[in-house]
């Protein structure tokens, strides 16, 4: 049966199992539970099949070929799987498989409030969607695809409709998708417009002929295009407001893998399709990198609603996977193959641990606000002691997001790190220049990153609780709980596993055509990295010292003073009463870094006083105080556009002047100089 | 230079060991402090300080042990920020009303074993301020007091002599009012 | 083995010498203030009270509170027996990378500023803020400064540059120089020295570390100044050994290994009482002056970068 799943009818299979579950979903949609169980179990079994059949691709290392409906020139459906699709295909899948599950029983709270029908419905097209996204060989069908991936989200977007923050979230996505869609229609319409042809096949071998204008043209488009739906900053308002509104498990995948479709977009074209690459695409896309991961962690220092600071988590961490992918463009332009395959392989390795732990912080995130009903960290406090495994796993999510050994987000950091030390030590000045403040921005990043997540876990699962939200809250159901351990345990694993994953992804880096066949300078166990001569590291002995030194300090320590005591009693509150009010806020934790980069977050602070008799001023009856935050990339870019189109708009508004004898004017002109030309 | 070579001399002002033992005794109230809890805390020892409605009489010459004249940190021991991490908690002032719950809630914060000392007249039976509305006459009446030490308020000899000899195996005498 | 016994007597050094190099530099600044001050050998006593006395845990604390003195002083003695100290014997290319013994601490740092929160009392919550603040920023100086030495010796493990650097390249003086002030900028700030912190303060206006371990008692705070005592020595014996690293033992030979002692400690000492002169002549600084001085070592280290060519 496995064997059966390895060759293409496992895929065939899989979107078959996703079509019939959006179907039926909707078909049953008057019945709650059947509907659900229906579109989330078509969901998981459709999700094991794809991840089977692409971790064979990867393991076997032979990339298939599987054809959809037709072959014809214009309406092509083959898929072509090779390394890099089956990566995306596995990562897409393992995400799926655990959100559904992670579904089955969050949905519930959706029974008579919402169609689930319409859930199961654009839950399953936006999964199967996005595994055509990435396997799709041919231009059109990859834009059909593409947009029907756009449509499915943003319907999941909106969702909770009565809401009207969903709806204005909702259109802003739509309206950015589509900005972008606009930029990759015309990347690929130069790319047909070079070699004639629809196949990204034919395309990567007839390109070697186009003038580097037009190749540059290509890829800033795309680059502007696939950036709108990964994230980059300044393209990236939609997220903060979409991934919030959507329900938990799709915020998970939308965060988890959607934004990573434009990743594996913009890998295709800079290293796959477009043969030459000049240096400056490389430094464009490290500075987008360095600027999106330092201006979305300060947004997420500065933010106190749950998903929110999740969703600006996913652009920092995008920013990360840039300046892994710029330092390989870079590298790739100069002829250091070896270091180039080092940067994208850091890169490639970034995308599955941030799907990974992202997921988990969402479906953490997700569990308690079912439980809170309410999205205000500033409301939470105490949760460790209502949801002790939820808090045991949002802890571990917390750990690999912020980069902490031995969890997966250290071993990418790590290799990141070294592709950009590599830069470092090898180039000239100005670069050397660029590489440490990529550098700097890197180890700045992961520092506030920390900073946010004591923030989050303290305020959400420690202390005392701030609200009576929290007096309701209890642990989570059994299916919630697997799924978040599931992923908690595969962060484990993805970490400890970092040398023989960093054989896999040099693989899949070198089976792109601008490195092709390259062999890297990496020779890795499942012991350790090891970059010859230059740096190694040993991920397995990092966990099981970490544990076995704690386990013989412990022992120690109770054979030294294990006869004493321990007794309970209040927090010291320095004599007083112990309030609530007492505790941190979360406000007030990262109140320090809003006032330190107070040049760049703008902040903004208007306080207002109520007086018990207006005419007097003398006794105030409450007071309260207002904090905001501008936002950069507004006043600098939208700002400017927009008042550029209003201006322009204004100009040529003149043209309509209502006066009937310009309109013939107008005619006559049009007229005349028709003659001309044809007269010409 | 001078700065620097003075790093490896003694002061020449400080007072010795010996004439501090040579001056006026302390007294034990309460529960009396055990050999081994003596000797726990013989080496190194963390006191807390709370002036429960005290003149600062007494706060000035316990600040006055931490000059280079009588330099109580020779001994090993020093004030401390948190009653958690305190071994002794000394109470000035005759406890107002107002202080009777900071100086409970200070004295539950702190682990055992623990040793509690009353300094000064006004902590030991509410001194000058005995039988006011305000005041709870003396420490004794709010935490058990292990020790007092006399004197309004007491010298910084007092007081070094009471704690060493608190530590130290000396003989103290059993107090009569209790 | 002889190296089974090398590497218990490396990792068992920094856990046992480090409560000593704290007494010594309390002693110093004692000295200075004209005062005998505590013996040497004082926080030897205190650690060895605390053990013995009971605690006390609030009712808000969870078990992070309780488990996280363990976690972070197994973390410090994990590092400090990963560092080159008096023999380059000792190597491995496991966990010598500069990298892991970084972010191994900040794990240290993560669970300190949690256990700092867990309690819901308002030292430890703001304790954890101004600690994540400072060590947010400490960040890009401390892998900057080092990222001088992985250049220059053209590997990232701590007994490659040790072994670099006794080859004595007098060409890189300057970057190494300068490396060094910055590194020695992040040293202050991660243990919290001044004029980041000020070790010995009773003012919660001055707090950072003092704040998140006020509520441990007895052996959950014996642990914490024990784990903090052994940061201080590991990154005064990093600031000995990479940048001037001659006097090191190239292997287990007696001899070398007693000269290589004595070198350290004399160095260790010599970098005791340049903290110790800080903390008596200056004060500390104003929390929002402390980012300044922090992007000053970045920037510092960007120049020392800059310098090796």
Redesign the interface.
């Known amino acids: 049966m496995i064997n059966f799943l390895f060759t293409s009818f496992g895929l065939l299979s899989s979107l078959g199992l996703f079509v019939v579950g959006a179907v039926s979903a909707l078909l049953f949609n008057k019945h709650d539970k059947l509907s659900n169980w229906l579109g989330n179990l078509s969901a998981i079994f459709g999700s094991l099949f794809a991840l089977i059949f692409s971790g064979n691709i990867l393991i076997s290392k032979v990339p298939q070929t599987v054809v959809l409906i037709s072959n014809s020139q214009l309406f092509n459906t083959t898929l072509r799987v090779d390394l890099l699709s089956a990566f995306f295909i596995f990562v897409v899948s393992l995400l799926g498989l655990l959100c559904s599950i992670y579904g089955l029983s969050y949905v519930k709270h959706y029974y008579s409030k919402y169609n689930l029908g319409v859930l199961g419905f654009f839950y399953n097209l936006f999964i199967a969607s996005m595994i055509l996204v990435v396997s799709a060989s041919n231009m059109l069908s990859f834009l059909i695809v593409w947009e029907i991936m756009s449509l499915a989200s943003y319907f999941l977007v909106i969702y909770e409709h009565r809401d009207e923050e969903n709806i204005k979230a909702g259109f802003l996505y739509f309206i950015m998708t589509h900005i972008g869609t606009a930029f990759i229609i015309l990347s690929f319409l130069l790319l047909y417009r070079e070699t004639s042809s629809l196949d990204f096949e034919i395309i990567k071998n007839n390109l070697t002929n186009s003038s580097s204008l037009i190749q540059s043209i290509i890829f800033i488009s795309a680059l502007v295009g696939f950036g709108t739906k990964a994230g980059i900053i300044p393209f990236h308002i939609w997220l903060p407001k979409a991934h919030p509104a959507a329900p938990s498990h799709v915020s998970a995948l939308m965060s988890g893998v959607m934004i990573k479709t434009g990743i594996y977009m913009l890998v295709r074209i800079a290293f796959d399709v477009l043969p030459t690459t000049p240096l400056w695409w490389g430094v464009l896309v490290l500075v987008a990198g360095a600027v999106s991961s330092l201006l979305g962690v300060l947004y997420a220092l500065s933010e106190h609603d749950f998903k929110r600071l999740l969703a600006y988590h996913s652009i920092e961490n995008i920013g990360i996977i840039l300046l892994g992918m710029g330092s390989s463009l870079i590298f790739l332009s100069l002829g250091m193959k070896s270091l180039a395959v080092l940067g994208l392989l850091a890169a490639l390795y970034h995308t599955i641990n941030h799907a990974v732990f992202k997921a988990l912080l969402f479906l953490g995130a997700g569990a308690v606000i079912s439980k809170t009903h309410t999205r205000n960290i500033e409301d939470y406090?105490?949760l460790?002691?209502y949801m002790p495994r939820t808090a045991f796993f949002f802890?571990i999510g917390s750990?690999a997001i912020?980069?902490?050994?031995p969890f997966n987000g250290?071993a990418s950091e790590?290799l990141t790190?070294?592709s950009m030390?590599g830069g470092?030590?090898s180039l000239g000045?100005l670069t050397?220049?660029l590489f440490?403040?990529a550098?700097?921005a890197l180890?700045?990043t992961?520092?506030?990153a920390?900073?946010c997540f004591?923030?989050v876990?303290?305020?959400t699962?420690?202390?005392?609780p701030r609200s009576s939200h929290v007096k309701e809250a209890s642990e989570v159901s059994i299916l919630m709980q697997f799924s978040m351990a599931a992923l908690s345990l595969i962060a484990l694993t993805l970490g400890l596993l970092a040398g023989w994953l960093s054989n896999i992804f040099s693989g899949i880096a070198i089976s792109l055509r601008n490195l092709n066949n390259f062999v890297p300078d990496i020779s890795s166990t499942i012991?350790?990295i090891?970059l010859n001569?230059?740096?190694?590291?040993?991920m397995p002995?990092?966990f099981v010292?970490?544990i076995v030194?704690?386990a013989?300090?412990?022992i120690l320590?109770y054979i030294?003073?294990g006869k004493?005591?321990?007794?309970?009693?209040?927090?010291?509150?320095?004599g007083t009463n112990l309030t609530?009010r007492?505790?941190?806020t979360a406000t007030?934790?990262?109140?320090?870094?809003i006032?330190?980069f107070k040049g760049i977050l703008r902040p903004t602070q208007q306080t207002g006083v109520e007086y018990r008799d207006a005419n007097l001023r003398y006794f105030p009856k409450s007071s309260s105080i207002h904090f905001e935050l501008k936002d950069i990339y507004s006043i600098f870019f939208y700002k400017p556009v927009q008042e550029l189109f209003l201006r322009v708009s204004e100009k040529t508004k003149k043209i309509q002047s209502g006066n009937i004898n310009f309109y013939i004017m107008y005619i006559f002109l049009v007229l005349i100089g028709l003659l001309l030309i044809f007269v010409m | 230079m001078n700065?620097f070579t003075?790093?490896?001399s003694?002061?020449k002002v400080?007072v010795g060991v010996e004439k501090i033992l040579d001056t006026n005794d302390v007294s034990i109230v309460g529960k009396e402090i055990e050999k081994k809890v003596k000797k726990?805390?013989n080496?190194?020892l963390?006191i807390r300080v709370v002036t429960a409605g005290s003149t600062n009489a007494c706060e000035q010459e316990l600040v006055a042990l931490g000059?280079?004249f009588y330099?109580v940190?020779?001994f090993?021991v020093?004030?401390?920020?948190?009653p958690?991490?305190a071994?002794m908690l000394i109470v000035t002032g005759p406890v107002s009303r107002n202080m009777i719950q900071g100086l409970v809630h200070t004295y539950e914060?702190?682990?055992?074993?623990k040793i509690v000392v009353a300094v000064g007249d006004d902590a030991i039976s509410g001194g000058v301020f005995k039988g006011s509305y305000a005041v709870m006459d003396g420490a004794n009446n709010v935490v058990p007091v292990n020790y007092q030490i006399p004197g309004d308020p007491p010298s910084p000899m007092t007081i070094l002599k009471s704690l060493l000899s608190i530590l130290t195996d000396m003989d103290v005498k059993k107090s009569q009012n209790k | 083995m002889i190296s089974i016994f090398a590497w218990i007597i490396q990792i068992l050094l920094i856990p046992v010498f480090s409560p000593l190099f704290v007494g010594v530099t309390r002693k110093?600044k004692?000295?200075?203030?004209?005062?005998?001050?505590?013996?040497i050998f004082?926080p030897y006593?205190?650690l060895?009270?605390l053990?013995?006395?009971?605690?006390?845990?609030?009712?808000?604390?969870?078990w992070?509170f309780r488990f996280s003195p363990?976690?972070i002083?197994?973390?410090t003695?994990?590092v400090g027996g990963s560092i080159p100290l008096i023999s380059l014997a000792t190597k491995n290319?496991?966990?010598?990378?500069f990298?892991?013994l970084i972010?191994?601490l900040?794990?240290g740092?993560?669970f300190l500023?949690?256990s700092g929160?867990?309690?819901?009392?308002?030292?430890?919550?703001?304790g954890?803020?101004?600690e994540?603040?400072v060590?947010?920023?400490?960040?890009?100086g401390?892998?900057?400064s080092l990222?001088t030495l992985?250049?220059a010796s053209?590997?990232?493990?701590l007994f490659g540059m040790v072994n670099f650097g006794l080859g004595l390249p007098l060409q890189y003086l300057p970057a190494i120089l300068l490396a060094f002030f910055s590194f020695c900028i992040s040293l202050l700030a991660e243990t919290a020295r001044f004029p980041f912190d000020n070790p010995a303060?009773?003012l919660e206006l001055t707090?950072i570390h003092?704040a998140m371990i006020?509520?441990?008692?007895?052996?959950g705070?014996?642990?914490m100044e024990w784990a903090a005592a052994n940061k201080f020595l590991i990154f005064l014996s990093l600031a000995a050994n990479l940048f001037f690293p001659f006097g090191i033992a190239v292997n287990l030979s007696l001899s070398s290994l007693l000269v290589a002692t004595v070198v350290l400690v004399v160095k260790i000492l010599l970098l005791c009482f340049g903290v110790a002169i800080l903390e008596s002549f200056t004060a500390k600084f104003r929390?929002?002056r402390l980012?300044d001085l922090l992007f000053t070592s970045?920037v510092i280290s960007?120049i020392a970068?800059?310098l090796i060519?």
Not at chain 3, 117 to 126: A, L, P, Q, S, V
Request: glycine share 10%.
């Open positions: 406090g105490g460790i002691k802890l750990m912020s980069a902490l050994p250290f790590w790190f070294q030390f470092v030590a000045s050397k220049l440490i403040l550098i700097g180890a700045f992961s520092g506030l920390v900073m004591v923030k876990f303290g305020a699962f420690l202390a005392r012991q350790s090891n001569g230059t740096a190694a590291m040993s002995t990092v010292l970490m030194v704690t013989v300090i412990g320590i030294v003073s004493q005591k321990v007794t309970h009693n209040i927090t010291w509150d320095c609530p007492m505790e941190i007030g934790f990262s109140r320090s870094v006032t330190i | 700065l003075k790093i490896f003694t002061p400080l726990l805390f080496g190194s963390a000059n280079s330099d940190e020779r090993g020093h004030v401390v920020a948190s958690r991490h071994d914060a702190m682990p055992e074993p | 110093i004692a000295k200075f203030q004209n005062r005998q001050g505590a013996s004082q006593r205190d060895w009270k053990f013995h006395k009971d605690e006390v845990v609030s009712h808000d604390a969870s992070i363990y976690i002083l197994a973390l003695v994990m290319n496991l966990l010598g990378d990298l892991v972010y191994i900040a794990v740092t993560f500023a949690l929160m867990d309690t819901g009392g308002g030292f430890g919550g703001f954890s803020s101004r994540m603040t060590a947010a920023l400490t960040e890009g401390l892998i900057c990222l992985v250049i053209h590997t990232t493990n303060t009773h707090m003092e006020l509520e441990h008692s007895g052996k705070l014996a642990m929390f929002f980012p970045f960007a970068i800059g060519f």
